[in-house]
T-cell receptor, first 114, second 115 residues
Framework: NAGVTQTPKFQVLKTGQSMTLQCAQD?????MSWYRQDPGMGLRLIHYSVGAGITDQGEVPNGYNVSRSTTEDFPLRLLSAAPSQTSVYFC?????????????FGPGTRLTVT | GQQVMQIPQYQHVQEGEDFTTYCNSS?????IQWYKQRPGGHPVFLIQ?????EVKKQKRLTFQFGEAKKNSSLHITATQTTDVGTYFC???????????????FGTGTRLQVTL
């Protein structure tokens, strides 16, 4: 199993550009989520999904969209990039449709918005 | 805002010294998880505590969940250089379980160990 994979590893965007961060897992996990990590802030939940076709907002959803058309994939879309979205983005998954289980994290995408 | 706080933010110890990080929530938690993130890496799950007053050990690591399920601690005995990293607690707030389940991470404690 590859586990949780994320692409790209690094990305530089100009303000106003849009892009999609990819996340995939091959463990048949129901629960998937996106976090952003900023210095001194820990990890903050952006969006999460308890199963295919179901998504919900986390703590910091503004400026981001998600969809979950398959169990395996959970892409994160930045609609119009802003410097405040410069961060490291982690995707995570867990076995059941709940956050009350061990989370498996991907390697992260380091995003810089200029 | 952030509902789960950790102290200290940073700790520098000599190898062999003990280390403790504390996690405090403003609301009752359903469960608490602990993760370790090495520099440049991603968070890796260490353990989950569910019961009030629960204590679990993993070799030199001891994890506790408070009686009121609002705080937790991680204690490392006789630190080694391999313990370097940032330790995060993460909890599910009691009233957000099932399909409303969200994991709230603490601010993290960065541990530096020198010889």
């Amino acid at each position: 199993n590859a586990g949780v994979t994320q692409t790209p590893k690094f990305q530089v965007l100009k303000t106003g550009q849009s892009m999609t961060l990819q996340c995939a897992q091959d463990m048949n996990h129901e629960y998937m989520s996106w976090y952003r990590q900023d210095p001194g802030m820990g990890l903050r939940l952006i969006h999460y999904s308890v199963g295919a076709g179901i998504t919900d907002q986390g703590e910091v959803p503004n400026g981001y969209n998600v969809s979950r058309s398959t169990t395996e994939d959970f892409p994160l879309r930045l609609l119009s990039a802003a410097p405040s979205q410069t961060s490291v983005y982690f995707c995570a998954s867990s076995e059941r449709g709940s956050a009350t289980y061990e989370q498996y994290f991907g390697p992260g995408t380091r995003l810089t918005v200029t | 805002g952030q509902q789960v706080m950790q102290i200290p933010q940073y700790q520098h110890v000599q190898e062999g010294e003990d280390f403790t990080t504390y996690c405090n929530s403003s609301t009752t938690l359903s469960n608490i998880q602990w993760y370790k993130q090495r520099p440049g890496g991603h968070p890796v799950f260490l353990i989950q505590l569910v019961k009030s007053g629960e204590v679990k050990k993993q070799k030199r690591l001891t994890f506790q969940f408070g009686e009121a399920k609002k705080n937790s601690s991680l204690h490392i005995t006789a630190t080694q250089t391999t313990d370097v990293g940032t330790y995060f607690c993460a909890g599910t707030l009691l009233f957000y379980t099932g399909t409303a389940s969200k994991l709230t991470f603490g601010t993290g404690t960065r541990l530096q160990v020198t010889l």
